[in-house]
């Protein structure tokens, strides 16, 4: 990322009373603004803050302590926010043996292990909605409410199944990207 003073200049930080690498004060602006773009899209600022800065960090994981640090954050928003990124399979935690800390990271391929861990989500959905179903009776003003809860159950079904299927292009776009194999990937335009 450019901007923000020359490799190696120091940047003011009055919040912490130091000063930081121009380069890690462009990583901290990203991360901010990943989490502006992550909000307007309806999830929580933080969330986005943190994942954007899990993206751009070089270190392999980092404590959520750090994370705070970095951030500028409190310890309460971090463990909330982090708490919804592993449940959400963008981040992972970290074990470091004798340390108590909790660590976070991120995958190489964040989208793809989201877009695999959101199947589980698909699934609960499901099952509730088929739970709902055990409830009706066959009184015919159920009949609406069937038609909904059956388009649900339907819907997360084949949703599911069309999330194999983009896993699968998935990783068939990135392979051939990596290879330098002509066709969609090499052009950017999805298959």
Do not use: C
């Amino acid at each position: 990322m450019t901007g923000g003073g020359a490799a190696g200049a120091a940047v003011s930080r009055p919040d912490l009373g130091e000063d930081e690498p121009a380069e890690d004060a462009d990583r901290r602006a990203f991360a901010e603004e990943f989490g502006l773009m992550w909000e307007s899209i309806g999830s929580p600022l933080m969330d986005g803050r943190i994942l954007g800065y899990l993206m751009v960090m070089r270190p392999p994981f980092i404590s959520s302590a750090g994370l705070a640090a970095a951030l500028n954050a409190s310890a309460g928003s971090v463990s909330m926010a982090t708490r919804r990124l592993v449940e959400s399979g963008f981040i992972k935690r970290q074990v470091v043996p004798g340390d108590r800390s909790h660590y976070f990271r991120v995958e190489r391929d964040i989208w793809g292990s989201w877009l695999a861990g959101e199947r589980r989500y698909l699934d609960v959905e499901r099952q509730l909605i088929e739970r709902g179903l055990d409830l009706l009776t066959d009184d015919p003003a159920d009949e609406a409410v069937r038609q909904r809860l059956v388009n649900g159950r339907d819907y997360f079904l084949w949703l599911t199944t069309y999330h194999r299927r983009m896993l699968a292009d998935w990783e068939e776009f990135k392979r051939q990207r990596d290879s330098g194999t002509p066709g969609p990937a090499a052009s950017g335009e999805p298959s």
